[in-house]
T-cell receptor, first 114, second 111 residues
Framework: NAGVMQNPRHLVRRRGQEARLRCSPM?????VYWYRQLPEEGLKFMVY????????ESGMPKERFSAEFPKEGPSILRIQQVVRGDSAAYFC????????????FGAGTRLSVL | RKEVEQDPGPFNVPEGATVAFNCTYS??????FFWYRQDCRKEPKLLMS???SGNEDGRFTAQLNRASQYISLLIRDSKLSDSATYLC????????????FGKGTRLSVIA
């Protein structure tokens, strides 16, 4: 499967635990974007990364959230000390980085905080 | 003013109908424009890019008016399988920048 792969698809955490969401971009893509979709809301940008670099994190909450895209392996979105308000669908997208910025999305991770 | 605004709908139309969705965006620096489709509890999927000259893909036609900062999507001969939420999407600026999504317009095509 050459598409954007996210795992896990569903993640349940209790308040105060950590959540780690993983994203492998489409083959040949080096640009990764994370978006969050709250229930009945549109997708909101969180962070944009290239290999080993955070390019734009203007959409990330100031505390508890971090992201990385190491030289080897998937991009990771990490949420520390989760709260109920973090319950949402988290989508990762990747793009080629050339030409029109067409982004292809993974199936998402649905995080539920109990 | 929201960066991307859409009528949330729902639009309930019979099979075979023609339906049009509109969208406005506030950032005049936006350079790329798209329509994505999102089915319930699924990821957004690219439907088509939108160009100033207008473009057509089968039953779908998209138009862009940069002067008015307005984007449209026309669906002809609606199918049941067209039922979904249609997302108007723009680039924040030129180049590889984050996408800004509208909240979407919900379409239900009824037999």
């Amino acid at each position: 499967n050459a598409g954007v792969m996210q795992n896990p698809r569903h993640l349940v955490r209790r308040r105060g635990q950590e959540a780690r969401l993983r994203c492998s971009p489409m083959k040949g893509h080096s640009h990764v974007y994370w978006y969050r979709q709250l229930p009945e809301e549109g997708l909101k940008f969180m962070v944009y990364l290239q290999k080993e670099n955070i390019i734009d994190e203007s959409g990330m909450p100031k505390e508890r959230f971090s992201a990385e895209f190491p030289k080897e392996g998937p991009s990771i979105l990490r949420i520390q000390q989760v709260v109920r308000g973090d319950s949402a669908a988290y989508f990762c997208a990747s793009s080629l980085g050339q030409g029109p910025n067409i982004q292809y999305f993974g199936a998402g991770t649905r995080l539920s905080v109990l | 003013r929201k960066e991307v605004e859409q009528d949330p709908g729902p639009f309930n139309v019979p099979e075979g109908a023609t339906v049009a969705f509109n969208c406005t965006y506030s950032n005049s620096a936006s350079q790329s424009f798209f329509w994505y489709r999102q089915d319930c509890r699924k990821e957004p999927k690219l439907l088509m890019s939108v160009y100033s000259s207008g473009n057509e893909d089968g039953r779908f036609t998209a138009q862009l008016n940069r002067a008015s900062q307005y984007i449209s999507l026309l669906i002809r001969d609606s199918k049941l399988s067209d039922s979904a939420t249609y997302l108007c999407v723009v680039n924040r600026n030129s180049g590889n920048t984050p996408l800004v999504f509208g909240k979407g317009t919900r379409l239900s095509v009824i037999a």
